[in-house]
């Protein structure tokens, strides 16, 4: 059964700093990685999704890397603003049945 | 273009009894995913709609049930409620059903739901 987790599950850093959030998987067997960012009242936006077949993919300041062996996701987010506050969720894609298996999130607090 | 919205926004229910969530899905889109997500937690699949008929379903008791209609909107049925049902529920749109596989989920803000 896949698992999926967030650490940390809260983070506060100052404006402008470059962070890393992280994500782990249980079952390589995987389609695709994704990661989501939720708003309180406005639902959850795609930000980016990374084939199994792909390393990694870049939207802006975002940048996303999967490693399929190790289980592993990470979220690069640079220059971080404090309109990136906002609880950001990974979701694995499996193979089996095109279910999406998601982690509970990493709330992300960017202080001016 | 109209985006995924979703009714009531909140709702409170008492234990036992029967509630109807709606989605009126994005133009064109004919896939309609719903998602429960607890406090605290990721959302968890419960079924998805693609041209009016479930195509999957997450590990959820019959007592969830939903429709689609052919305008492509949806309604998620819970009988029987159970504190346990409180939740944020979440319905996505999509243009096929390889929702969230070969192209992107559009999400609606969701609906409260708080069992009391």
């Known amino acids: 059964k896949q698992e999926v987790t967030q650490i940390p599950a809260a983070l506060s850093v100052p404006e402008g700093e470059n962070l890393v959030l992280n994500c782990s998987f249980t079952?390589?067997?995987?389609?695709?990685l994704q990661w989501f960012r939720q708003d309180p009242g406005k639902g959850l936006t795609s930000l980016l999704l990374?084939?199994?077949s792909q390393r990694e993919q870049t939207s802006g300041r975002l940048n996303a890397s999967l490693d399929k062996s190790s289980g592993r996701s990470t979220l690069y987010i640079a220059a971080s603003q404090p309109g990136d506050s906002a609880t950001y969720l990974c979701?694995?894609?499996?193979?089996?049945?095109?279910?999406?298996?998601w982690g509970a999130g990493t709330k992300l607090i960017i202080k001016p | 273009e109209t985006g995924v919205t979703q009714s009531p926004t909140h709702l409170i229910k008492t234990r036992g009894q029967q509630v109807t969530l709606r989605c009126s899905s994005q133009?064109?889109?004919?896939?309609v995913s719903w998602y429960q997500q607890a406090l605290g937690q990721g959302p968890q699949f419960i079924f998805q709609?693609?041209?009016?008929?479930?195509?999957g379903r997450g590990n959820f008791p019959p007592r969830f049930s939903g429709l689609q209609f052919p305008n492509y909107s949806s309604e998620l049925n819970v009988n029987a409620l159970e504190l346990d049902d409180s939740a944020l529920y979440l319905c996505?749109?999509?243009?096929?059903?390889?929702?969230?596989?070969?192209?992107?989920?559009?999400f609606g803000p969701g609906t409260r739901l708080l069992v009391l």
């Open positions: 996505a749109s999509s243009l096929t059903w390889l929702a969230g596989f070969q192209e992107t989920q559009y």
């Open positions: 133009s064109g889109h004919n896939t």
């Open positions: 709609y693609y041209r009016e008929e479930e195509n």
């Open positions: 079952d390589s067997a995987i389609y695709n």
């Open positions: 990374i084939q199994s």
């Open positions: 979701a694995a894609g499996m193979d089996s049945n095109y279910q999406l298996i």
